[in-house]
């Protein structure tokens, strides 16, 4: 596990995603995605499509999954606001897109 990685899972786990949900294994796959590709974010359903092949499912299936654990955390506004810096309600694609330039803010800033 490198540090991008570390610092998704590190992430997930504040905002209270749990990781019995498939959507916490796609949110993982989708932001290693972006960490490569980071223009996949304007196509959500081509990201969707390279992280259900990896795994072995339909696009659908991820962005399902994705929803399902999102709605599920158990974080509250306060712990979204700390760790993504918006306490609203966010897509698959802005919590995606939020979550990765705060890693890649927070990794930089570590340099």
């Known amino acids: 596990m490198d540090k991008f990685e570390y610092e998704v899972a590190t992430a997930i786990q504040e905002l209270r995603i749990s990781a019995h949900f498939k959507g916490y294994e796609f949110i993982k796959s989708a932001m290693c995605v972006l960490r490569d590709k980071p223009s996949a974010i304007h196509s959500i359903m081509g990201l969707y ?3 259900a092949e ?3 499912v339909t696009a659908k299936r991820v962005e399902g999954n994705i929803r399902n654990a999102l709605q599920n955390a158990k974080s509250d506004f306060t712990t979204q606001k700390k760790v993504l810096g ?3 309600e966010l897509t698959n ?8 330039e705060v ?3 927070k990794l930089a800033g570590a340099k």
């Not at 694609?93 to 990765?100: C, D, P, V, Y």
């Open 103 to 105: 890693i890649k803010v």
């Open 54 to 56: 990896h795994h072995g």
């Open 49 to 51: 499509e390279i992280v």
């Open 86 to 88: 918006t306490n609203r």
């Open 93 to 100: 694609r802005e919590f995606l897109a939020t979550l990765n």
